[in-house]
């Protein structure tokens, strides 16, 4: 899908009437939880809690994919809500996630993001109880912010005992430009088209900046101070054009130590746990995904 096209398709004003129209088929009138709009100078997003009106037990901050070029938030709000949904039947008493809206190529690029990603993230610092409540996850290029987002931080000795309790990565871009990036015959991505929109996203930057391209990142002790307290847990497909270095990387964060849980799919696809949610035929098709990393969550965040 060409970019511009994306960027319609996925808005609020394209999402919105769509989660309705899902909805209705199902009889269902309005959401089973309660989201709202924020917005501030430095970042926006759309915050999801089961009780307002509580401190939550458990926030997930969350980045959406798209290629840095398309995507929403909105897109998203329906696997956002089930994502709170099945936390709370998990057990967590108030479950709550806050899905950032980050500024899309080309009317930015990076380091733009990085910046809201990290001004998202002290919001949701100043919400939680403790940084160890936090998990931080994402999938495609959202996963990509992230995992910028817990490098960054270990470069700043004010954020390094604030790290989240725990990282989810869905199908993450690790390295925006690689020669591994190749097209598989079950995929949907394009290794071309994944180039270009990664180049605009970079712009100046030098493309193995590690910061940008996280997986230029070799240095053992620095993913080590990254990992999250609780470790990482990763779901890709076995199809993915981006598989050889997600599979890279859970390689080095072994190395370190960390805790990481990896959930390969069978001949799945790119972002399969979101995908499935629209296009599982059943509803355990379409909740299995996010099931697997709900009780990723419940056994390693009290």
């Keep these: 899908m060409p970019a511009f096209l994306g960027r319609i398709f996925f ?3 394209v999402s919105l009437p769509f989660l309705r129209f899902r909805m209705f088929r199902h009889g269902i009138v309005s959401p089973p939880l309660r ?13 999801v809690v089961s009780n307002p009106q509580e401190q939550p037990d458990v926030v997930i901050y969350y ?32 479950p709550a996630l806050f899905s950032l809206e980050y500024t899309l190529v080309p009317d930015a690029v990076y380091p733009c993001q990085l910046q809201e990603a990290l001004a998202g993230y002290e919001y949701v610092l100043s919400i939680a109880q403790s940084s160890s409540q936090i998990c931080v996850a994402g999938d495609s290029a959202g996963a990509t912010i992230v995992l910028s987002l817990l490098l960054y931080i270990t470069d700043h000795s004010e954020l390094r005992h604030q790290k989240p309790g ?13 020669p591994k990036n190749r097209n598989t015959t079950s995929d949907y991505l394009d290794s071309g088209s994944l180039e270009l929109y990664g180049r605009q996203y970079i712009g100046p930057v030098p493309d193995d900046d590690p910061l940008v391209s996280p997986g230029h990142c070799k240095d ?7 990992s999250p307290e609780n470790g990482w847990v990763f779901l890709y497909g076995s ?18 130590g960390a805790d990481v849980a990896v959930h390969e799919e069978r ?3 790119h972002a399969w746990p979101v995908a499935s949610l629209y296009l599982g035929e059943t509803k355990d098709e379409r909740l299995h995904g996010l099931r697997n990393i709900v009780q990723a969550i419940r056994d390693r965040i009290s």
Excluded: D, Q
Aim: aromatic share 14%.
């Design 35 to 47: 989201w709202s709009e924020i917005n501030r100078p430095s970042f926006k997003g759309i915050w």
């Design 11 to 13: 808005s609020k004003a």
């Design 166 to 178: 725990l990282a989810v990565m869905i199908s993450p871009w690790v390295t925006i430009v690689s």
């Design 239 to 256: 199809e993915e054009v981006l598989g050889p270095e997600t599979r890279e990387l859970i390689l080095r964060l072994e190395s370190t």
């Design 220 to 226: 053992i002790k620095k993913w080590s101070t990254a």
């Design 267 to 269: 001949a799945g696809i």
């Design 63 to 94: 980045c959406h994919g798209g290629g840095f070029s398309m995507g929403s938030s909105y897109f998203y709000l329906e696997f956002l809500i089930a994502w709170v949904s099945l936390l709370k039947g998990k057990g967590f008493r108030n």
